[in-house]
């Protein structure tokens, strides 16, 4: 059965960092594409960023050039680093992973104060 379990969320101040991690088991996590959504309250879910089986990446307008999602296929795992924080960061963070049909994880709070 398929699992993915975030961790690396906390409360931390604007422009500090946070380095998210997503461990994946029960899917071929090599060939899945693999990402990151937030949602924060009262908002609907929104891609972050999303990085495919060949390591190419993309960001939502609003991270770029702040976060950077990477993968690690020998752990199965994938990190999103985020730099610069904002208050308007302040969401629950979901990994999602992709092949075939779509797998998600339970979600890790992210909470930037100003």
């Known amino acids: 059965q398929a699992q993915l379990v975030e961790s690396g969320g906390g409360l931390v101040q604007a422009g500090g960092s946070l380095r998210l991690s997503c461990e994946a088991s029960?899917?071929?996590?090599?060939?899945?594409?693999m990402g990151w959504y937030r949602q924060a309250p009262g908002k609907q879910r929104d891609l972050v960023a999303v990085?495919?089986?060949?390591?190419?990446?993309n960001y939502a307008g609003s991270v770029k050039g702040r976060f950077t999602i990477s993968r690690d296929n020998a752990k199965n795992t994938v990190y999103l680093q985020m730099n610069s924080l904002k208050p308007e960061d302040t969401a629950v963070y979901s990994c999602?992973?992709?092949?075939?049909?779509?797998?998600w994880g339970q979600g890790t709070q992210v909470t930037v104060s100003s």
């Open positions: 029960g899917i071929i996590f090599r060939f899945s594409t």
């Open positions: 990085i495919t089986s060949c390591s190419s990446t």
């Open positions: 999602y992973a992709y092949l075939s049909r779509d797998f």
